[in-house]
């Protein structure tokens, strides 16, 4: 980052960006980079507003996930990096989204056109063709009528896993996004080997977390967002497992968790539709490139 000849280097959290974009956005930099940039998703947020408000002459994000809801999350990351690229959100909104959803064909291979000479995409197996493989199954299960009596008392209770292995005097790690002790139960995992289960909620486990010691993934409360449990999947199926990983989601027929398999398969598909393998599709022509950015 450069600014009147003097070199600096600046790494900020997004809360420090919001609370100092008072005096960041008075700089110039050479290249800003964002970082899990899924973060600036909501146009309404004061993390996006304050991430325009930077000025630079290169701009880069990094993601995972650049959709996680709908469009309206790449149409946010994409207006920090190219803000005449796709046009205001309510154009947007007008032009692709609601086009895309009643089936217009033509609009998503146009939307398509459009992102794809922006994006570099790797795939872990690219990146890191040594690494075991990952399985992945979804396992139905039918509940009797007493057990769909007790599931809509307590369907919305993470802690009844925890008491089950209480029950068994088993050993455990446990995290949520209220622990207070993070690094120690990560540790704890790591490096106790009568520890063999770490009971982790998908929010705390979504990023920052390095498992490879664990080679077995269930998945009890799936949540709606399937970005957010290939992330948590991804924190032992990552550099340094030696073992194939097995994912495993329990899904009872008849559920909630039913319905969000559905919904994040919609999701799923949605993000594979924009964000393809790197040159998937052909570079367009200056001529291409006049037709679209004209009309």
Same mark, same amino acid.
């Given at each position: 980052? +450069?600014?009147?000849?003097?070199?600096?280097?600046?790494?900020?959290? @997004?809360?420090?960006?919001?609370?100092?974009?008072?005096?960041?956005? $008075?700089?110039?930099?050479?290249?800003?980079?964002?970082?899990?940039?899924? #973060?600036?998703?909501?146009?309404?947020?004061?993390?996006?507003?304050?991430?325009?408000? %930077?000025?630079?002459?290169?701009?880069?994000? /990094?993601?995972?996930?650049?959709?996680?809801?709908?469009?309206?999350?790449?149409?946010?990351?994409?207006?920090?990096?190219?803000?005449?690229? /796709?046009?205001?959100? !309510?154009?947007?909104?007008?032009?692709?989204? #609601?086009?895309?959803?009643?089936?217009?064909?033509?609009?998503?291979?146009?939307?398509?056109?459009?992102?794809?000479?922006?994006? %570099?995409?790797?795939?872990?197996?690219?990146?890191?063709?040594?690494?075991?493989?990952?399985?992945?199954?979804?396992?139905?299960?039918?509940?009797?009528?007493?057990?769909?009596?007790? @599931?809509?008392?307590?369907?919305?209770?993470?802690?009844?896993?925890?008491?089950?292995?209480?029950?068994?005097?088993?050993?455990?790690?446990? &995290? !949520?996004?209220?622990?207070?002790?993070?690094?120690?139960?990560?540790?704890?995992?790591?490096?106790?080997?009568?520890?063999?289960?770490?009971?982790?909620?998908?929010?705390?486990?979504? *990023?920052?977390?390095? /498992?490879?010691?664990?080679? @077995? *993934?269930?998945?009890?409360?799936?949540?709606?967002?399937?970005?957010?449990?290939?992330?948590?999947?991804?924190?032992?199926?990552?550099?340094?497992?030696?073992?194939?990983?097995?994912?495993?989601?329990?899904?009872? $027929?008849?559920?909630?968790?039913?319905?969000?398999?559905?919904?994040?398969?919609?999701?799923?598909? &949605? +993000?594979?539709?924009?964000?393809?393998?790197?040159? $998937?599709?052909? +570079? %367009? !022509?200056?001529?291409?490139?006049?037709?679209?950015?004209?009309?």
């Amino acid at each position: 980052i +450069a600014r009147r000849q003097r070199q600096m280097c600046i790494r900020d959290s @997004y809360g420090t960006m919001r609370n100092n974009i008072a005096t960041l956005s $008075q700089y110039t930099f050479e290249c800003i980079v964002l970082d899990e940039s899924q #973060n600036i998703k909501n146009s309404e947020s004061l993390t996006f507003r304050s991430a325009i408000q %930077l000025r630079s002459k290169h701009r880069l994000i /990094l993601t995972g996930t650049p959709i996680e809801n709908s469009l309206k999350d790449l149409w946010a990351q994409f207006h920090f990096l190219q803000p005449e690229l /796709l046009g205001n959100e !309510t154009t947007f909104s007008k032009h692709f989204i #609601n086009a895309i959803r009643q089936g217009d064909e033509r609009m998503k291979d146009r939307l398509r056109q459009l992102i794809t000479p922006f994006i %570099l995409r790797r795939s872990k197996q690219e990146v890191t063709p040594e690494l075991p493989s990952l399985t992945e199954e979804v396992v139905y299960c039918d509940m009797t009528e007493r057990q769909n009596e007790l @599931y809509q008392h307590e369907k919305n209770s993470l802690e009844l896993v925890a008491g089950e292995f209480r029950k068994r005097k088993w050993d455990y790690a446990f &995290l !949520t996004g209220s622990s207070t002790n993070r690094p120690e139960e990560i540790a704890r995992f790591n490096r106790d080997p009568k520890i063999q289960a770490f009971l982790i909620s998908l929010k705390a486990g979504g *990023v920052g977390l390095n /498992l490879t010691q664990a080679d @077995y *993934v269930f998945i009890i409360d799936p949540w709606w967002n399937p970005a957010a449990e290939s992330q948590a999947i991804a924190r032992a199926h990552r550099i340094g497992q030696n073992n194939q990983v097995i994912a495993y989601r329990f899904i009872t $027929q008849g559920s909630i968790e039913e319905k969000i398999i559905q919904l994040q398969e919609e999701k799923r598909k &949605l +993000a594979e539709t924009f964000i393809t393998d790197t040159e $998937q599709l052909p +570079a %367009l !022509t200056n001529r291409e490139w006049a037709r679209l950015l004209g009309s």
